[in-house]
């Protein structure tokens, strides 16, 4: 792995999301800028015009609790007076033009790298994400159809009007039929084109004077 590369990674190690935004603090660029914090946040109070809140915004206290609960070596802003700055990728970009050092634009070529290869995993994970609550969805909607199912067919309640049966379950299956026949109250159509004895066995079991037709076309 080129050193180029190792930078990029250490760059993206620094990278945050808040506010919903990505964002660098002032310290992470400090360092990679080689220039200490008060010197970089002078230079961006001298040009505080190309710095709007878009580009820069200073982090509450509870954003830098949180920070300094996550990561350890923020702990020294715990007992800091004044809360830090985060610059977004527009911001970074500025702060290579009020720097005026080479150091400054080199390391910013490569901030920009980081940005958008954290913005593209970012794009790709919105992606995966979103296409994992659509199976999620209707792996739900599928649970709820199959609940359906299994209370019906727990139900003794009343008679169901089509049964599922599982394989072995011969018995349950001919006693459904049974009394589906026994219920019919005018008349029985038989929608099949294969009728052997069971079938005449079964529309035995209708009651007195109940007619059984099929029809002539099927």
Do not use: W
């Not at 002032?26 to 015009?49: F, I, M, P, W």
């Not at 790298?113 to 995966?128: E, H, P, W, Y």
């Not at 394989?167 to 084109?193: E, H, M, P, T």
């Amino acid at each position: 792995m080129g050193k180029k590369e190792t930078k990029v990674a250490f760059i993206e190690s620094r990278i945050f999301t808040i506010r919903g935004l990505q964002v660098m603090l002032d310290r992470d660029l400090a360092e990679l800028y080689q220039v200490s914090v008060k010197a970089l946040n002078q230079a961006v109070k001298r040009n505080e015009s190309r710095f709007p809140v878009r580009f820069r915004f200073q982090l509450s206290e509870n954003e830098t609790n949180e920070l300094v609960t996550n990561c350890d070596r923020f702990k020294t802003l715990k007992h800091s007076s004044i809360l830090p700055s985060a610059f977004t990728e527009s911001g970074v970009a500025m702060l290579s033009a009020v720097l005026h050092s080479d150091t400054a634009v080199r390391i910013s070529v490569q901030i920009m790298d980081a940005f958008v290869k954290m913005r593209k995993l970012l794009t790709q994970s919105s992606g995966i994400i979103q296409r994992i609550e659509t199976v999620e969805q209707k792996q739900i909607e599928t649970d709820k159809k199959i609940d359906i199912i299994f209370n019906a067919l727990e139900s003794k309640e009343a008679v169901p009007k089509c049964g599922v049966f599982f394989d072995g379950q011969i018995f349950d299956a001919y006693a459904f039929v049974c009394n589906l026949v026994k219920s019919a109250k005018k008349n029985i159509v038989l929608i099949d084109n294969y009728i052997d004895e069971s079938v005449l066995t079964l529309l035995s079991k209708r009651n007195s004077g109940m007619s059984a037709t099929r029809p002539s076309k099927i």
